[in-house]
């Protein structure tokens, strides 16, 4: 499984980014997707999260300003982050989550990330 992110970039505070992230070497729309922000110097962190059936979920910090979506023709999962702020920063990943199979856990799979910088 190979995943490939894009779209990220410099922005001005309370400007808006949209990420892609397109899936190849599986049956996308089984795949649960999920978009992690590793901070510079931070941890890599969960914001949004969207399942194979299109619930989504998000971390407190980007309620209501990010949108995950995807699109099972495209194989493809968005992230559209609005009002974006300097604690945005960060590389973004996207991972993708499968179920074994005959067993339990899934596999996953990330791709390469991409750089969002939030700055004046």
């Known amino acids: 499984v190979q995943l490939q992110a894009s779209g990220g970039g410099l922005v001005q505070p309370g400007g808006s980014l949209t990420l892609s992230c397109t899936v190849s070497?599986?049956?996308?729309?089984?795949?649960?997707m999920t978009w992690y922000q590793q901070p510079p110097a931070g941890r890599r962190d969960w914001v949004a999260v969207?399942?194979?059936?299109?619930?989504?979920n998000y971390h407190d910090s980007v309620k209501g300003r990010f949108t995950i979506s995807r699109d099972n023709v495209a194989n493809t999962v968005y992230l559209q982050m609005n009002s974006l702020g300097t604690y945005d920063t960060g590389v973004y990943y996207c991972?993708?989550?499968?179920?074994?199979?005959?067993?339990?856990?899934?596999?996953?799979?990330w791709g390469q990330g991409t750089q969002v910088t939030v700055s004046s």
């Open positions: 991972k993708a989550s499968r179920k074994k199979l005959g067993r339990d856990g899934y596999d996953d799979y």
């Open positions: 969207i399942t194979s059936t299109g619930v989504t």
């Open positions: 070497g599986s049956s996308f729309s089984v795949l649960t």
